[in-house]
Nanobody, 120 residues
Framework: QVQLVESGGGLVQPGGSLGLSCAAS????????MGWYRQAPGKQRELVAA???????NYADSVKGRFTISGGNAKNTVYLQMNSLKPEDTAVYYC??????????????WGQGTQVTVSS
């Protein structure tokens, strides 16, 4: 069974930095894409950043220049370095992986979510 386990959330002051990590475990044949989404209270879940197995990256306009995604297929782990954090970055951050497990077809998998709070 595939699992995504996130770590690294917490409370940080505006202008500060945090790093998130997500490790995919289980019987995985291949990971096509990994990424981070976030959901703030009362809002829809949105893409923050994604990375393909080839290393191509994609960012939400609101985080470009501040967040960096790295990792991907090779180590089944993805990282999100968040700098210059703003109160509007406050949300639950979810790891996502588009992958093929050993026992079934290609599908999306999600982590349990980790809270990021930016506040003074």
């Amino acid at each position: 069974q595939v699992q995504l386990v996130e770590s690294g959330g917490g409370l940080v002051q505006p202008g500060g930095s945090l790093g998130l990590s997500c490790a995919a475990s289980g019987s995985i044949v291949i990971i096509y894409n990994m990424g981070w989404y976030r959901q703030a209270p009362g809002k829809q879940r949105e893409l923050v950043a994604a990375i393909t197995s080839g290393g191509s990256t994609n960012y939400a306009d609101s985080v470009k220049g501040r967040f960096t995604i790295s990792g991907g297929n090779a180590k089944n782990t993805v990282y999100l370095q968040m700098n210059s954090l703003k109160p509007e970055d406050t949300a639950v951050y979810y790891c996502n992986a588009d992958l093929v497990p050993l026992t079934t077809r290609r599908n999306d998998y999600w982590g349990q979510g980790t809270q990021v709070t930016v506040s003074s």
